[in-house]
């Protein structure tokens, strides 16, 4: 099979069709039609094989979560997701795997109405390349610099739990049975907070997808904002899979393990409890911004508690 048929058989003629997609895959360049007076909201991620994934991951995962890593940066900016670019290099044609990342892939792109128009098939090790655009009404996009003192610190879902899974991916976790699947799937099919994301527009000032662990991705958005905030490890969302695992202070993994594609939103205070309603997926406060910069973890007695480090082995011997 040369590149042209790959191409056609896998990735053409797939999945959703939009009409302001004019001429999409088979000429040098995709045609595209932005609605007038939005802004267009751009993202890529590459992910590698042995850096980002596990060379044995199932393709079907890959698929869905190299696009789903991309909708969630676009969740976080408050876009609307539309149009989608793949890049792959592949070792060898292999086509039960190409059908198994096709399906995987265009499963997430259906559920969000994006289209694939373009991308580019290379030979090569294993590694994928998934850019999406979206759009945002101008004013609207969420951005890391919008927090203020005062603001409350949200989180959407449950934190942690992709951490737990790689740790049973990898061995380092033996723990099985339906909770141990949950968290493996939280790690390979992450669910992009897209919904969430429009339903933030106007009410959030400030907002990240966690990709790299909370009190690192927090700290982007204290940082950008010149602001600082108080945590309470207390109110941190566990979902009862993570707490089933037998983790010992399961709160260190919500706030430094990555990979969980949760958003973390601030609002002003006055927003109250209005803030859950419409955004498709449960919310929790877990703080509140201050002026004074840095990140200070309390739990609920106001007793200081060190977060670990970012790359912190939770489960190296004697430390879990
Ligand atoms: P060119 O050599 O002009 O860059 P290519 O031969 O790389 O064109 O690609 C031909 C067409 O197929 C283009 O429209 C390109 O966007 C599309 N394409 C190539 N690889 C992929 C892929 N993996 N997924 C989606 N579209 C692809
Ligand atoms: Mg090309």
């Known amino acids: 099979m040369n590149e042209f048929d790959l191409i056609r058989r896998y990735f053409a003629e797939r999945g959703v069709r939009r009409d302001d997609v004019p001429l999409g895959i088979g000429d040098d360049a995709a045609l595209l039609t932005p609605p007038p007076s939005q802004l267009l909201a ?37 876009a609307e997701p539309a149009w989608a670019t793949l890049a792959l290099s592949l070792p060898q044609v292999d086509e039960a795997w190409l059908t198994a990342f096709a399906e995987g892939f265009f499963a997430l ?66 723990f099985t049975g339906p909770p141990a699947d949950f968290l493996l799937a939280r790690l390979h099919r992450p669910t992009p907070r897209v919904g969430a994301g429009l339903g933030l527009r106007g009410l959030a000032t400030a907002a990240i997808d966690i990709s790299d662990g909370l009190a690192q991705d927090l700290g982007h958005i204290l940082t950008a ?84 480090p970012r790359g912190w082995d939770h489960f190296a011997q004697g430390e879990a």
């Open 42 to 78: 751009v993202t890529v991620d590459t992910l590698h094989s042995g850096v980002h994934f596990d060379a044995g991951i199932p393709a079907a995962d890959l698929g869905y979560k190299a696009l789903a890593v991309n909708l969630s940066d676009l969740a976080a900016m408050g």
């Open 109 to 174: 792109a259906e559920r969000h109405g994006v289209q694939l128009v373009g991308g580019d098939t290379t030979r090569g090790p294993l590694s994928v390349t998934v850019q999406v655009q979206g759009f945002v009404p101008q004013e609207k996009a969420l951005t890391r610099r919008g927090a203020r003192p005062g603001d409350h610190v949200f989180v959407t879902g449950s934190l942690g739990d992709a951490g737990a899974g790689l740790a049973i991916e990898q061995g380092r976790l033996e």
């Open 225 to 308: 904002s010149g602001v600082g905030a108080v945590l309470d490890i207390d109110h941190l969302p566990l979902s009862n899979a993570l707490l089933a695992s037998g983790i010992d202070r399961a709160w260190r993994l919500a706030v430094s393990a990555g990979d969980d594609y949760e958003l973390c939103f601030t609002v002003p205070a006055d927003a109250g409890l209005s803030v859950s309603d419409g955004l498709g997926c449960p919310v929790t406060c877990i703080g509140r911004i201050t002026a004074e910069p840095g990140q200070r973890w309390q739990d609920v007695a106001g007793v200081p508690c060190e977060p670990p």
